[in-house]
């Protein structure tokens, strides 16, 4: 069964830390892997990687993938109160790519 | 603009009671989906649609109803067999059914949460 884990569950950094948030996955046959921010209500959609070791970057957030062992990171460097949110990461597979399987999420707090 | 819309953002269900959860979406796509959101377990899949008038559970669809008449609109039942429907319940949509459409992100809306009184 396709399984999405994300880890850690929740984080507590202070402004100005760097923080790397850990989604690793099991799939029958990969298609991607998505990252969201959920702050208080809509998820809204970060990045979606599908290649390898290609990083996408979008100012101080930025994710990449290891289609070999399995897992994603997304990284925040210089956190800021705003970056305060619920991180999640989710999949889809060759087989059925209009059913995305979603990770438990990783609660990250900064403190200013 | 365009995005979608869930309502109401707050719904009380009595004992025995059928309570329905509208979804609207005016991005012109094809899939529709339904999560539950309950605290440290991220999104469950309780139903979703691929084309109008065609809709396949998901990991917890026992309790819950679903039709899909309108490419806009997808509502949810929750039915009185659904004995545990305190959640957050989150809508969302992606373009085409599959192919060059298969990797486009979802979009949600900002939710119904629902409570038993």
């Known amino acids: 069964e396709d399984k999405v884990v994300q880890s850690p569950l929740s984080l507590v950094v202070h402004e100005g830390d760097t923080v790397t948030l850990n989604c690793s996955y099991e799939?029958?046959?990969?298609?991607?892997l998505l990252w969201y921010k959920q702050e208080k209500k809509a998820p809204t959609f970060l990045f979606m990687l599908?290649?390898?070791?290609i990083e996408k970057k979008s100012g101080r957030l930025s994710s990449i993938l290891d289609k070999k062992e399995l897992f994603s990171i997304l990284n925040i460097t210089a956190t800021q109160t705003g970056d305060s949110a619920v991180y999640l990461c989710?999949?889809?597979?060759?087989?059925?790519?209009?059913?995305?399987?979603f990770g438990s999420g990783t609660k990250l707090n900064v403190k200013p | 603009d365009g995005g979608i819309t869930q309502s109401p953002k707050y719904l009380f269900r009595k004992e025995g009671q059928n309570v329905t959860l509208s979804c609207e979406q005016n991005l012109n796509h094809d899939a529709m989906y339904w999560y539950r959101q309950d605290p440290g377990q991220g999104l469950r899949l309780i139903y979703y649609?691929?084309?109008?008038?065609?809709?396949q559970k998901g990991d917890i669809a026992e309790g819950y109803s679903v039709s899909r008449e309108k490419k806009e609109s997808f509502p949810l039942t929750v039915t009185s067999a659904q004995k545990n429907p305190t959640a957050f319940y989150l809508c969302?949509?992606?373009?085409?059914?599959?192919?060059?459409?298969?990797?486009?992100?979802?979009?949600f809306g900002d939710g119904t949460r629902l409570s038993i009184l």
């Open positions: 799939v029958t046959n990969f298609r991607s």
């Open positions: 599908t290649s390898s070791g």
């Open positions: 989710a999949l889809t597979n060759l087989y059925n790519f209009n059913k995305f399987y």
């Open positions: 649609s691929q084309i109008v008038n065609d809709f």
């Open positions: 969302a949509s992606s373009g085409g059914q599959g192919g060059m459409f298969g990797n486009q992100p979802q979009h």
